[in-house]
């Protein structure tokens, strides 16, 4: 008799068993799905000083840049392809000056190679490097200068900070070809901050 009721019992247990994880799962599927909409930012105001390193960028267009902008959050919608603590990111943004009549424009599109130092979700420091195109653009009226848009090439190394999920702060060092005897390469420190939905 006992052993008719284990055979009875044992059975039935386990298809309660495999019923409730049967449940559990369909209940965490909308979660799983839902995370990946959950990491979307897309939109990140940035904000920074760049200090060019050639003098003659200095003189035209002042010896610190400071300004404003609003980039795609593009890595947070791509996650980046991961090599390990490896990450490469598409990125694009634009930087800009103007002193007295004199202004320049600067948009870089490319790719970022970071590695992150450390996986801690609060603060992950990272150092990287990247390759970019650029389009700049400059105006100096009193030297008769008017370049339209140019292209050019460049790169930076850097090293940043992203402090939880909504900031990032970064230090890089540019190298760009010349344009029109102007070399716009320097350093730049700037903050970021992701809106998230």
Request: proline share 5%; with cysteine; net charge positive.
């Amino acid at each position: 008799m006992r052993n008719a009721l284990l055979l009875f019992i044992c059975p039935a247990m386990m298809a309660a068993a495999g019923a409730g994880s049967a449940a559990a799962e369909e209940q965490t599927a909308p979660q799983q799905a839902a995370e990946p909409e959950q990491r979307l930012f897309f939109v990140s105001p940035t904000a920074g000083t760049y200090f060019p390193s050639s003098a003659k960028v200095r003189h035209a267009f002042g010896n610190a840049w400071t300004g404003f902008g609003v980039s795609p959050n593009l890595e947070s919608v791509w996650d980046g392809f991961r090599f390990g603590h490896f990450r490469l990111y598409p990125y694009g943004d634009i930087q800009w000056a103007k002193k007295h009549d004199n202004s320049a424009y600067i948009i870089p599109v490319g790719a970022e190679l970071r590695y992150f130092i450390n996986g801690y979700e609060t603060f992950r420091p990272y150092v990287g490097v990247d390759v970019a195109a650029y389009g700049v653009k400059f105006k100096i009226p009193a030297a008769g200068i008017d370049t339209g848009w140019k292209a050019a090439v460049g790169g930076r190394v850097f090293v940043g900070l992203d402090i939880t999920q909504w900031f990032t702060l970064q230090g890089s060092y540019t190298a760009v070809t010349n344009v029109e005897g102007y070399n716009f390469g320097g350093f730049e420190v700037y903050g970021k901050l992701r809106i998230r939905f």
